[in-house]
C-alpha cells in the first residue's frame, strides 16, 4: 500500500542524483516534477518511475515555481524534495507515523549537506526547514527570492529523520550557487526599502564564521567544515555587499 502522500519536486538538470531521489520515494502515492529545462538526463529517469510524471514549466523563480507544484499535488499530505536530495529511511518511517496518528500538521526537517564529497557530520548542528506537512494547511510567501520555505498554518515540530542534500559537490557550484543567491537576496531587500548598515558589512563575515565553524560545530568535518564555513561567512558579506551596491547606485539617481 502507497504512503497517501504527494512529493513534489522542482528540477533543472538533476539526473546525476534525481534516481536516488525517487527510490527514496517509490512507494509513495505520487510525484510531482516541474523541470524548467533540463538538457540531460533528468526526464528519461522521472519516466521510469510508475508513481512519478514531470512536465515542463518556465521559471517562475524558487518560491513561485514551488507554489505551482505544490498546486499539482492530490493527496492529503505533502512532501518537497529537491532534485538533489534523498529521503532517509527513519524520516520515512517518522512521516508515516504522523499520518497514521494525524495529530499534527508538519514536521520541521533537518537537512544534511555532502560537501566536497563527504556528508556532515551527524553531531553538527544542522539547519532545518518544514518539509512535510498538512497539504491544506501550507503555502509560500512569493515575496521571498530565496531561501524560500513552506509556511503551515497549524502545529508542526522537529523531526528526528533527516534528509540528505548532495547538490553541493565541490567548491565551484557551492561558491557559484552563493554568488547568485546572494543578488537574489540584494535584491528582495532593496525592494523592501532596506539599506546596508556599515557595522554589519565590517562584522557580518567574522561572526558568520563564528557562528558555522563554532556554534553550529562545523569544526567537525575538518578542512571541509572549515572551508565551508568560511565560503558561508563570505555569502553572508556578499549579500549585504549587494545590498550597499544597489541603494548607493539607487540613492545616486
Known amino acids: 500500500m502507497s504512503i497517501p502522500c504527494s512529493v513534489y519536486i522542482v528540477t ?11 527510490d527514496s520515494v517509490s512507494d509513495f502515492a505520487e510525484v510531482v516534477i516541474l523541470d524548467s529545462g533540463s538538457t540531460d538526463e533528468t526526464y528519461a529517469i522521472a519516466r521510469q518511475y510508475p508513481n512519478a510524471r514531470i512536465r515542463h514549466q518556465d521559471w517562475q523563480g524558487y518560491a513561485g515555481q514551488k507554489a505551482l507544484a505544490l498546486a499539482e499535488c492530490a493527496q492529503p499530505w505533502a512532501l518537497n524534495l529537491d532534485g538533489d536530495e534523498e529521503l532517509s529511511p527513519e524520516l520515512k518511517k517518522e512521516i508515516q507515523a504522523v499520518i497514521a496518528e494525524d495529530s499534527i500538521d508538519g514536521l520541521i526537517t533537518p537537512i544534511r549537506d555532502a560537501f566536497m564529497g563527504r556528508l556532515c557530520s551527524e553531531h553538527t548542528r544542522l539547519h532545518a526547514k518544514i518539509r512535510f506537512f498538512r497539504r491544506a494547511k501550507g503555502s509560500y510567501d512569493l515575496n521571498i527570492a ?3 520555505a513552506v509556511q503551515v498554518q497549524g502545529s508542526v515540530r522537529r523531526a528526528a529523520g533527516t534528509i540528505y542534500h548532495y547538490g553541493e559537490q565541490n567548491i565551484a557550484i557551492k561558491v557559484d550557487k552563493n554568488n547568485n ?5 540584494a535584491q528582495e531587500k532593496a525592494a523592501k ?6 557595522l554589519k558589512l565590517v562584522l557580518i563575515m567574522p561572526l558568520t564564521f563564528i557562528k558555522c565553524y563554532f556554534l553550529r560545530r562545523d569544526f567537525l568535518n575538518g578542512w571541509q ?17 549587494k545590498l550597499y551596491e544597489l541603494t548607493r547606485d539607487t540613492e545616486k539617481e
Open 12 to 22: 533543472l538538470n538533476c539526473g546525476q542524483w534525481l534516481r536516488q531521489t525517487l
Open 146 to 148: 530565496v531561501h524560500e
Open 181 to 185: 543567491y546572494s543578488s537574489l537576496k
Open 193 to 198: 526599502g532596506k539599506r546596508a548598515k556599515a
Open 225 to 241: 567544515g572549515f572551508i565551508g564555513s568560511t565560503i558561508n561567512a563570505f555569502y553572508a558579506f556578499m549579500k549585504e555587499a
